[in-house]
Every structure is written in structure tokens, then in C-alpha cells.
């Protein structure tokens, strides 16, 4: 099975840019479909981007469309999160996950691996 780990996180002024990463590691990473998702305190667990595979193919929440890009380096079986235009809203420990399983999916009970979460904190 794969482990991954979260990095990247941390506190940044509304308007500010972050990357938060995910490194891959026991499986190549370019076997699986990857997402992105955060919780907020209090609020359920949501889905924010996925990936395909190749990297070509990718989906977006409505929240972050046009301010977040997700990709992938196989090469370096890491994926990232460009985070740009950040809001207060956008709060959360950030989660990336694996799955086998085509296409990506916005639903989280769908992804079978899961990092321990990288702390995102956007101040007004």
C-alpha cells in the first residue's frame, strides 16, 4: 500500500499564495488517482481537487475554481496544491488521498489512502 505525507502548510495573510505538497512513498504514485480535500473546525470533511493519473485530467471544487491548481510529478511521486487568492474561508487541514480506482472522485468514502492532514490557516 502507499503512505503519504502532507507538507507546506501554515499561516498566511488573506490575498497570500501557498503550495502545499504531497509526497508518496511504498507504491509508485502514477498508479493512482490522487484528491485533495480539507475540514475546517466543526464542518465535514470536503472535497476541494483531484487528478488523474497522467495529470492531464483535472477537477475542482466551485470554492477554489480559478484560485487553486492541483498537479503531479510522477517522476517524484509527489502531488501539489498551488493555493493563490487565499480567504479566511479556505481554513482547514488539507488532506491528500489515493485511490486505484478511474475516474477521480469528488467523494472521500471512495479514496483508500490518506495523509495525516497539513494545517492551512488564512488570517483577514
Known amino acids: 500500500q502507499v503512505q503519504l505525507v502532507e507538507s507546506g502548510g501554515g499561516l498566511v495573510q488573506a490575498g497570500d499564495s501557498l503550495r502545499v505538497s504531497c509526497a508518496a512513498s511504498?507504491?509508485?504514485?502514477?498508479?493512482?488517482?490522487m484528491g485533495w480535500f480539507r475540514q475546517a473546525p466543526g464542518k465535514e470533511r470536503e472535497f476541494v481537487a483531484a487528478i488523474s493519473r497522467s495529470g492531464v485530467t483535472t477537477y475542482y471544487a466551485d470554492s477554489v475554481k480559478g484560485r487553486f491548481t492541483m498537479s503531479r510529478d510522477n517522476a517524484k511521486n509527489t502531488v501539489y496544491l498551488q493555493m493563490n487568492s487565499l480567504k479566511p474561508e479556505d481554513t482547514a487541514v488539507y488532506y491528500c488521498?489515493?485511490?486505484?480506482?478511474?475516474?477521480?472522485?469528488?467523494?472521500?468514502?471512495?479514496?483508500?489512502?490518506w495523509g495525516q492532514g497539513t494545517q492551512v490557516t488564512v488570517s483577514s
Open positions: 488521498a489515493a485511490d486505484l480506482h478511474f475516474p477521480p472522485s469528488r467523494r472521500s468514502y471512495e479514496y483508500d489512502y
Open positions: 511504498g507504491r509508485p504514485l502514477s498508479i493512482y488517482v
